[in-house]
């Protein structure tokens, strides 16, 4: 019997959940696995995929926040740095220290900001204490280009070098919720939240409705999360008595391009864009990533498209710090995601606790818990923080918490490759072995991408569809559109062989051609995001 159908059948068994978690992304799991881990019985939904929205299109680090450390915000930066450190032992396969290069060009970089950053990511070391990775050193102009040999050394006087973590988001969210699944929790994908159930006026549950089976599943608990990042009004509007919004979106794009550009196993970071913000250049599964914006989003798509003026910003500011811009044309694939930034409004209100600046718990009246905000790194210190808010609510027992800080990931494995090289079986972590003896091991699809792999994503992954696998269990969408498209009836043709006659390769294949042309589009000169007739970089044939 596959997962999928126990857990339905766990899910129609009409059971009453300690906890019922609507959201698979990194919040959403982070708070199953850590509930699963004290002993309660959870069930969590996703609409979508595991990470199919936000947290799969993070810029790939564990970070204290260096434009937190500009703003004061030393609290904050602390507690991320002691969870960047938990999260690199947790999963030292996906996670992992990162060096960063900051290059200074000029006068004044000879003369002010080269002390200015040091004494500043100085700051940085000691706030994380134990935790620090390394420490910050002064480069001279000939060491930076030796970390980084295609940085560009017109007026290059100096650089900063610290360290920070790196992780690969849509892996480690599925090992989060295949640890959650190992603990007791039942998770599933493509199942979506309908309906809230109350009795008395309170929450007691959700209807939700499986994609596949179109069947309707009625799970009760007392204690239901909505964590659904920018889209947690729209669970919140499920209860009439809710009229406010807690978030407004703020869209970052990312642009990917040749390793070439880069080089060199260290990042780039430039500590000061024309608005005000960072820019990173990051080795990343063999490829750089560009990145990243940061525009107001009048609306939450589930797909958001980067506009033609961002694709110029990054390109733009990634040509002052690299020998070799890289140009429209260099682009193999642009992808957005949405942050859900919590509304200043929201955090006033006796029902309502701001947890941070940076993530928000509100309970409504009706007894509904709504998390958002937040960052990937500080994911599992959010999850404590919400269940006790959910205890303080008095919906739920008291339990320690703590246990997940040791907890080690599905998949943990001493560190056996980087996550700056090629995808490839290191991946897996502890998994690859079981990887490797399937059959189509040695048929490669695209580079670190193996029959063996689809069949692996499909049998313990809970990948459902092209996408599922192209894009989050390979990345193969989010580093090269195009070849992710070429590859997607081949990819449908082994899903079908191990999901069987109910899987329709035709419309999961078409369905991902569709999607992969939006990531492959390099919108033109003067579009926008809601500009459909940008025609960009077109697909192969």
């Known amino acids: 019997m596959s997962h999928r159908t126990q857990t339905l059948r766990r899910f129609e068994a009409g059971a009453q959940w300690d906890v019922v978690v609507i959201g698979g992304g990194a919040t959403g799991l982070g708070i199953a696995l850590d509930a699963a881990q004290r002993g309660f019985s959870v069930a969590l939904v996703e609409a979508r995929d595991f990470a199919a929205g936000t947290s799969s299109r993070a810029t790939k680090l564990l970070h204290g926040g260096v434009r937190y450390l500009a703003q004061g915000n030393l609290a904050l930066v602390r507690e991320a740095l002691r969870e960047r450190t938990v999260i690199m032992g947790n999963a030292p396969h996906l996670a992992q220290p990162l060096p ?26 000691r706030l994380a204490g134990e935790a620090a990775i390394h420490r910050t050193d002064t480069l ?12 560009k050394t017109e007026g290059l006087a100096a650089a900063v070098r610290y360290w920070d973590g790196q992780f690969e988001d849509a892996r480690l969210a599925l090992a989060l919720a295949r640890t959650a699944m190992s603990q007791g929790a039942a998770a599933l994908n493509h199942c979506r939240a309908v309906e809230l159930l109350r009795e008395g006026g309170r929450i007691a549950g959700i209807v939700a409705e499986d994609a596949e089976t179109s069947r309707r599943l009625r799970l009760q608990s007392r204690c239901v999360i909505n964590a659904t990042g920018v889209w947690v009004d729209a669970i919140r509007h499920l209860d009439a008595s809710n009229e406010t919004d807690l978030v407004v979106p703020s869209r970052g794009t990312h642009l990917v391009v040749d390793r070439s550009f880069l080089q060199g196993d260290h990042a780039v970071l430039l500590p000061r864009t024309a608005d005000g913000r960072v820019l990173f250049a990051i080795p990343w599964l063999g490829s750089v990533l560009l990145g990243t914006t940061d525009v107001a989003a009048s609306s939450a798509p589930q797909e958001p498209e980067a506009d033609s003026a961002e694709v110029d910003f990054v390109l733009r500011e990634a040509a002052s710090v690299l020998a070799r811009p890289p140009q429209r044309h260099d682009v193999r694939s642009v992808w957005s995601g949405l942050r859900p930034l919590v509304k200043p409004a929201a955090t006033s209100g006796a029902a309502t606790k701001s947890v941070s600046r940076e993530h928000l718990v509100h309970v409504d009246r009706s007894g509904l818990v709504s998390v958002t905000g937040g960052k990937w790194t500080t994911y599992r210190s959010m999850a404590e923080d919400v269940l006790q808010r959910c205890t303080d609510a008095g919906l739920l027992a008291s339990r320690p918490a703590g246990g997940t800080a040791a907890l080690r990931l599905h998949g943990w494995i001493e560190r056996s490759g980087s996550i700056t090289e090629a995808p490839g079986l290191h991946l897996y972590g502890a998994d690859a072995p079981r990887v490797a003896a399937l059959p189509g091991s040695k048929s490669e699809l695209a580079p670190g991408l193996t029959e063996a792999m689809v069949r692996f994503a499909a049998r313990e992954e809970h990948a459902r569809s092209v996408e599922d696998v192209l894009a989050r269990r390979s990345r193969l969408l989010f580093l090269d559109a195009s070849r992710a498209a070429s590859l997607a009836p081949r990819v449908a043709e082994i899903l079908e062989e191990e999901l069987g006659p109910a899987f329709d390769a035709q419309a999961s294949c078409r369905a991902f051609v569709e999607l992969a042309a939006r990531y492959a589009c390099v919108p033109r000169i003067g579009a926008t995001a809601s500009d459909p007739s940008s025609p960009g970089r077109a697909l192969p044939a």
Do not use: E, K
């Open 140 to 151: 001279d102009a000939a060491a930076a280009r030796s970390c980084i040999p295609a940085l």
């Open 100 to 125: 960063f290069v900051l290059p200074l060009y000029g006068l004044r970089g000879a003369l002010f900001d080269r002390w200015f950053y040091r004494v500043g990511l100085g700051l940085y070391d």
